[in-house]
């Protein structure tokens, strides 16, 4: 069966891409070339230009054209670390930790504040809708490039008038506090979904249109109740997410 036009022009591009012979940065020929080149209407090659875009490929400049994005830089989210106790691991280290050196991811910017709890956050941490929870948020970088979003929620019957009110980071991690204050924390649920990105992820991440988000929100509990809820945020094209459960030979370990 013969494939549609607009899909042979975006494999026609795509192979051009992938071989080079279109490099990064490079703006493709407007539609009207691209119209003229591949004998179609115009509307066909926006549709052939709409697919790479949602592919991750190119990126549309209002007024200035179409360009052909750097290849992606896939990273490795590990979402356990076994070996070590929760009340040693700070919530930016204990999931996830970029491979294969934690210590390539920085942290840039720490915002900490009160916000009303939504309907999903208050389920997790058993709060009542629309009351208010601790919220910080941070954003990572790998180099240049936009690495995570980590979004922590606290009960503010438990952060209230704590270093988790506080700007900065926190020497103890969140974890290692809220034990101090009485609250180990005994286990946790991990949810892992996809999502199309919400306006501040889209701008941070510098995604082209129909990338969506990969999601790993983690709900930690104490003894008695739910103490922390933390959503961590990546372009779903850039990273993959590996657990890992008991002892596996060294040389497997970042395969």
Known sequence: MAH??????????RAQINSGALAPGQRLP??????AEYDASRNTVRLALA???NQGLVVSRQGLGTFVLEPTKPFTALLSRIHQQPDELHASRSLPVVSPAADESE????????????PSVAEKLDVV?????????SQYFIGDVPWQLINSYYPSDLAKGTALEQAGEIEAGSIGLLSEMGYPQ?????????????AREFDFFKLASGTPVLVVTRTSYS????????????????????HVE???PESFRHS
Request: net charge positive; aromatic share 6%.
């Open 186 to 198: 005994r286990g946790f649920v991990d949810e892992i979904g996809a999502r199309m990105p919400n």
């Open 4 to 13: 549609p036009k607009y899909q042979e022009i975006a494999d026609r591009l």
């Open 107 to 118: 942290m840039v910017r720490l915002i900490v504040g009160t916000a009303s709890a939504s």
């Open 30 to 35: 407007s539609e009207p070339d691209l119209a």
């Open 246 to 248: 008991g002892t596996i």
């Open 51 to 53: 697919l790479l875009i």
């Open 129 to 137: 809708p629309g009351g208010a929870v601790v919220v910080r948020r």
């Open 223 to 242: 003894a008695d109740r739910p103490i922390r809820l933390t959503r961590y945020i990546y372009r779903a094209d850039r990273v993959r997410l590996l």
